[in-house]
């Protein structure tokens, strides 16, 4: 069955130090990744996908068939990247998202 | 970017009645919405997959004749949660999905039911 890990609930880091939030996935095909964030008080709302390749809010994220993850690193964080985290996984050519059970981040001063 | 509502944010009902929840699209059209439940501190459970002018499609285990879902147009979706129970409290989540099979994401209901 598909599935998506993301092994901390709960990961706290001081202001300035590297993150990283773990996500592995089990799916047997191609699929689509997505990293979601949601901060205190609002929406759910995308973060970046690995089809994009791109940065967002100095995150980045590679996919790694091989070891079936997509983690979400970010070399220095900042005090206003503490939210909750989730890992999706869409199958190509799919419209519905596979959420993995969230990390919530808290960045410390 | 696109732009979905919920309405209402929460809702208090007593145990044995019926409550709808709304979910519209506001500047965009989404043939295609999903309703999500949100535990405390947990992951989001897609229920139920809506379809515009047909039968949604419901996840194992939830209960069609309990989430009634009707997406009569295609900025419009509704739930309703019939014979509501206290087990049924929770954080209720809609999306839509627009260009690219892209979602985005309503505020969510919370419904309380005493």
């Known amino acids: 069955a598909q599935r998506v890990t993301q092994p901390e609930k709960l990961l706290s880091v001081f202001k300035g130090a590297p993150v990283e939030l773990k996500c592995n996935y089990s799916?047997?095909?191609?699929?689509?990744l997505f990293w979601y964030v949601q901060y205190s008080r609002q929406r759910l709302q995308l973060l970046l996908r690995h089809i994009s390749r791109e940065s967002i809010k100095g995150f980045t994220a590679d996919l790694n068939k091989g070891e079936t993850s997509f983690h979400l690193k970010k070399p220095f964080a900042q005090e206003e990247d503490s939210a909750m985290y989730y890992c999706?996984?869409?199958?190509?050519?799919?419209?519905?998202?596979?959420f993995g059970q969230g990390t919530r981040l808290t960045i410390n001063p | 970017g696109a732009v979905v509502s919920q309405h209402p944010s929460r809702v208090i009902c007593k145990s044995g009645t019926s409550v709808k929840i709304e979910c519209r699209s506001l500047d965009f059209q989404a043939t295609t919405m999903f309703w999500y439940r949100q535990f405390p501190k947990q992951s989001l459970m897609l229920m139920a997959t809506s379809n515009e002018g047909s039968k949604a499609t419901y996840e194992q285990g939830v209960e069609k004749d309990k989430f009634l879902i009707n997406h009569a147009s295609l900025t419009l979706s509704t739930l309703t949660v019939t014979s509501a129970h206290p087990e049924d409290s929770s954080f209720y989540i809609c999306s839509g999905v627009g260009e690219a099979y892209e979602q985005y994401f309503g505020p969510g209901t919370r419904l309380t039911v005493t």
């Open positions: 999706a996984l869409r199958f190509k050519g799919a419209q519905k998202l596979v």
């Open positions: 799916y047997s095909g191609s699929p689509e």
